[in-house]
């Protein structure tokens, strides 16, 4: 059974940084492409943040460039997004996935085979 289990939500003050962790669990990790996505209230699912499965090319939403960093271990198989300078407008959900799909496809999130059950992210004072 394929499971992803994301921690390190909470609540951050305004330019405060959190570091979220994706497990992996149930699946060849090394042969997956991990994203993470993000779900505010009222919101379409938004594409956070892309690393292929070799950590060879990574992606960013342009509201994130700069701020967040996305890296992986296949060693532990685990997915690390280190967020910085969080703004209220990062509030949301935040869930992790993976999918075996082309490159040029990662940023859509109906191509994500599975996902993780979310963990909450709120930017405020």
């Known amino acids: 059974q394929v499971q992803l289990v994301e921690s390190g939500g909470g609540l951050v003050q305004p330019g405060g940084s959190l570091r979220l962790s994706c497990a992996a669990s149930g699946l060849t990790f090394r042969n997956y492409h991990v994203a993470w996505f993000r779900q505010a209230p009222g919101k379409e699912r938004q594409f956070v943040s892309a690393i292929t499965r070799s950590s060879s090319g990574t992606y960013y939403a342009d509201s994130v460039k700069g701020r967040f960093t996305l890296t992986r271990s296949n060693a532990e198989n685990t997915a690390s997004l280190q967020m910085n300078s969080l703004i209220p407008e990062d509030t949301a959900v935040y869930y992790c996935?993976?999918?075996?799909?082309?490159?040029?496809?990662?940023?859509?999130?109906?191509?994500?085979?599975?996902w993780g059950q979310g963990t909450q992210v709120t930017v405020a004072t």
């Open positions: 996935a993976a999918t075996t799909v082309v490159i040029s496809s990662l940023r859509d999130h109906t191509k994500y085979h599975y």
